[in-house]
């Protein structure tokens, strides 16, 4: 693992700049043909035209012909479950027959049945499982991916899953970059039925002093009759006081406020949003909260897409990202959240492709350095089968991915 590299002959794709694109920036992708990129120590160095760079035979460095296939920078999924145990293939059974995501949560399935299936899970054994989730992310050009804790639901179960989710991160030779959530605030536990305040409680004075240094966002399902509006603020506070960066699953189920929520918070990114208001967009636009929009599950609910096309127009920033978790939506495809993203949500591919690299960096705070293919970056790269980028929405649900590099080593190649 050298984590030195050459490409030539790329056809070089990027969005360009280390923040969000917002609005109408986001159709605007840079391309140069006959490319060169460079990447030393883990870091880009030269990325532009061939002819402006002389190739040295520098024996310390790993040579791609990309054969005028597109380069991209790596997918960034910044909203990810990936540490779970069990699954939950009968409750997708119940949906499919019509019962609703909520009412099955009501009832003390959905989200509880992970819970109880997590806490008597070794760390072990949700390392080894994540590990094969992250190994097929890879192959489809993710080089960052957001874990989530939030299926432990008291002090030592999400410390496991937190401390599973450094493990995953610190691994030698890992695939990708881990940045992890403390999700806490996801559902109240069936131990606390009844007494949300005092599981508030019990986050706010026990849990965040327990995770802190563990997780660098603090996220929270605000949903009715899960974490109301009032709940979710005085958490939201409470996280943003002891230092962490704010996320909110909002606005997912029904229209609760949950983006305006997010604006007044400062919050990094508001996710799911498929019932948010007009003010609620609005306000986030202006605020610069990233719209973190999760196509496969409003697909898996078969609920209406988020308006995509209203936040690019409010000049929000939009992200796109799976949210894989073994509930509402148990699936991790890069390739069908481009192909949903541009057939239903009305997004351009140029959009698209800046939702899932710059504009997902920003949705994780890393727009700094990751997310577009430029001097000072990390060599993350994703080389496609294809010289056209056009390809990928329209090779619908199909891995277009040929070469994932992250820091500059190759982590995944289809001979
Ligand atoms: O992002 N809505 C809350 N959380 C997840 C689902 C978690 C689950 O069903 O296990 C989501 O949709
Ligand atoms: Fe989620």
Redesign the pocket.
Known sequence: MDKNLIITNATLVTPVGRSARRGPEMGCLKTTGHATIVVSDGIITYAGPSEDYTVSDDTAYTRIDAADRVVLPGFVDS?T?LI?GGY?PDEFGWRLNGES?MSI?QRGG??QS?VNATRSASAEELVEKAQWFIDRMSEMGVTTVEAKS??GLDTPSELKMLNAIETLATKPGQKLNIVATF?GA??VPKEYKGRTEEYVDLMIGEMLPAVKGKAEFFDI?T?KN?FEIEDSRRLLKAAKEAGFKLKL?AD??VTLGGAELAAEMGAVSA??LLHVSDDGIQRMAKEGVVATL?PL?AFS?REPYAPARKFIEAGAAVALAT?L?????FSGSIPLTIALACIYMGMTIEETITALTLNGAAAVDKSHEIGSIEPGKKGDLVILEFSNYRMLPYYVGMNCVNTTIHEGNIVYSHK
């Not at 978790?325 to 939506?329: A, D, K, L, V, Y």
């Open positions: 909203h479950h779970f939950r995501y949560m959905g989200i992970t939030g299926y999700l996801h559902a399902f949903e899960v699953h997912e189920i996710d799911h999760l599950t609910l949210d978790n073994p509930g509402s939506c």
